[in-house]
C-alpha cells in the first residue's frame, strides 16, 4: 500500500538527504541549541535574584498535582490567569507591551505571518530566513520579495519601490541568523523601515536569550522596540524550555488572538509547559550574566584556535555561539560530520538544500558548558581532517 513512499525515499537517499532519527547519543555537545546550558540547569532555592523585579511570584506548586493537558484551545478551555500573568512578564521583560505564547517557534512564525499577510500587502524578507518563516509566507497571501542576505542597500531600493497603495509594507529578518550564525543590522533595518513607512517584523530564535541585559534580546538592547513591529523569541534554544513568544502591541496580540488560525485551532500550551517557560525567565534572569561571560571565552578559543591552524578562511565570521565551517558537497560534509562523532564530538552538517549547492557546511555550536579541552579537541580533530589529502580536507574529495 505503501509501496509509492519506498521510491520517493530512495530518490532522497540518491540525493544525500536522508534523514535517521538518532535516538540517543553520546558525546560532547557541540550541536544543541542549550547555549547557556540552562536546559541541564536545576532551578534550586539560590535563584529568586533581587534583580529579577519582574518575575510574578508563582505560588509553590502552582502547576504540580494538577491536570496534565490543556484540555481546548486557548480560546476555549485552556487559558488561565496564571497564563496572562506569565504573558505579562514576558512583555516585561523585553520592554513590549504585549506578548502572546505560542506552542513552538515554528507554530509562531507560521501563525504570526499567515495571519498578518494579506493579498494586497508585500513582505520583504532576507534570503536566509528559517523555514517557519518560509511555510509562514506561503501560508500568507502577500507578494514576497526575497533580497539578498543583510543587504542594506538592496532593501532600501526594494523599500522606495513600495508596497501597493492599498496594502501594508513588511519586512522580515532574523537578530542572529540560524544558519550563519550572523547578526541582521537591526538598527539600520529599523531606520530604513520607519523611513519608508514598512512594518519590521525580528525572529530572535538565536538572538533571545544571548544578546542584551538578561538576555532579552538583539531589539532590546538597542532598544528598537517601538520601531519593530512584531519580535518572535523562542523557548527552545538559549532558554533551555520550549515554546515561544510574538512581542508587540496589545493591538498586534489581539489581533493574533482573533485571527491567527495555528493559535485558535490547536489546544493551548500544557500547564508544565507553561511552567517552564515561566523557570525559563527566572534561571534567564539570575544565569544569564555568569553564563554569557563562560559562552563568550569559548568563542573567542575557538575562533583564536581555528585562526592558529589556518582554517579562518573556511569559518563564517560570526562572533556568535553559532560557528559555520565551509565544506561544499553534501558527501564531503556528512563524512566530517562522520569523523567528528567517531572522536565523541557532536557536530552538525548541513546539507542542500537546507542550505544552497555548494554553500554545505558543517554547524558548531558553542556552549558556556563546554570544556576548554573540548574546544582543543575539536580544533584539533578539523585542523587533521583539513590538511589530510583522502578525506574530507581541503584536499579531500568534494561533490
Ligand atoms: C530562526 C529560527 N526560527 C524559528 C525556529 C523554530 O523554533 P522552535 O524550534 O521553537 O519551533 C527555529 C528552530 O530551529 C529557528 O532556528
Known amino acids: 500500500m505503501d509501496?509509492?513512499?519506498d521510491n520517493r525515499l530512495d530518490r532522497i537517499r540518491a540525493a544525500g538527504n536522508y534523514r535517521e532519527l538518532a535516538g540517543s547519543v553520546d558525546g560532547v555537545d557541540f550541536l544543541s541549541n542549550d547555549y547557556l546550558g540552562l536546559a541541564?540547569?536545576?532551578?534550586?532555592?539560590?535563584?529568586?535574584?533581587?534583580?529579577?523585579?519582574?518575575?510574578?511570584?508563582l505560588p509553590a506548586g502552582a502547576f504540580n498535582g494538577r491536570i496534565t493537558g490543556a484540555t481546548g484551545s486557548r480560546s476555549i478551555s485552556g487559558d488561565t490567569d496564571q497564563y496572562h500573568a506569565i504573558e505579562q512578564m514576558i512583555a516585561r521583560y523585553h520592554g513590549n507591551p504585549a506578548a502572546l505564547v505560542f506552542n513552538s517557534g515554528?507554530?509562531?512564525?507560521l501563525g504570526l505571518l499567515s495571519a498578518l499577510l494579506k493579498r494586497t500587502d508585500t513582505i520583504l524578507y532576507d534570503e536566509l530566513i528559517h523555514a517557519s518563516c518560509r511555510d509562514g509566507l506561503r501560508l500568507g497571501m502577500a507578494k514576497a520579495i526575497r533580497f539578498p542576505h543583510n543587504d542594506?542597500?538592496?532593501?532600501?531600493?526594494?523599500?522606495?519601490?513600495g508596497g501597493r497603495p492599498d496594502g501594508q509594507l513588511f519586512v522580515l529578518t532574523e537578530g542572529r541568523f540560524s544558519m550563519d550564525g550572523d547578526l541582521a543590522p537591526l538598527a539600520e533595518m529599523a531606520?530604513?523601515?520607519?523611513?519608508?513607512?514598512?512594518?519590521?517584523?525580528?525572529?530572535?530564535?538565536?538572538?533571545?536569550?544571548i544578546e542584551g541585559e538578561g538576555g532579552a534580546g538583539l531589539v532590546a538592547e538597542l532598544g528598537l522596540q517601538e520601531q519593530?513591529?512584531?519580535?518572535v523569541i523562542t523557548y527552545g534554544k538559549a532558554f533551555g524550555a520550549h515554546g515561544a513568544a510574538v512581542l508587540g502591541s496589545a493591538a498586534l496580540r489581539e489581533y493574533l488572538v482573533n485571527t491567527c488560525r495555528p493559535f485558535i485551532y490547536t489546544t493551548g500550551p500544557a500547564p508544565a509547559q507553561w511552567e517552564g517557560i515561566a523557570l525559563a525567565y527566572e534561571r534567564m534572569a539570575a544565569l544569564h550574566g555568569e553564563r554569557i561571560v563562560l559562552l563568550r571565552q569559548r568563542i573567542q578559543q575557538f575562533r583564536e584556535g581555528m585562526a592558529a591552524a589556518g582554517l579562518s578562511a573556511a569559518l563564517m565570521n560570526a562572533e556568535g555561539p553559532i560557528q559555520i565551517l565551509h565544506l561544499p558537497g553534501n558527501d564531503r560534509v556528512m563524512a566530517a560530520e562522520a569523523a567528528c562523532r567517531e572522536a565523541g564530538l557532536l557536530v552538525k552538517?548541513?546539507?542542500s538544500p537546507t542550505v544552497a549547492v555548494g554553500e554545505e557546511r558543517l554547524r558548531i555550536c558553542l556552549h558556556g558548558f563546554n570544556a576548554k579541552e573540548e574546544v582543543e579537541a575539536l580544533v584539533g580533530l578539523l585542523r587533521a581532517g583539513f590538511s589530510s589529502s583522502g578525506g574530507w580536507g581541503l584536499g579531500g574529495r568534494s561533490k
Request: aromatic share 6%; charged share 15%; hydrophobic share 40%.
Open 40 to 57: 541541564r540547569t536545576q532551578v534550586q532555592g539560590k535563584l529568586s535574584s533581587q534583580s529579577f523585579v519582574t518575575q510574578p511570584r
Open 228 to 231: 519593530v513591529f512584531a519580535t
Open 349 to 351: 552538517g548541513i546539507r
Open 152 to 161: 542594506l542597500e538592496a532593501l532600501s531600493e526594494l523599500l522606495a519601490n
Open 106 to 109: 515554528y507554530t509562531a512564525n
Open 191 to 209: 531606520a530604513l523601515c520607519q523611513q519608508h513607512s514598512a512594518h519590521l517584523i525580528v525572529d530572535e530564535a538565536h538572538s533571545g536569550g
Open 3 to 5: 509501496g509509492f513512499l
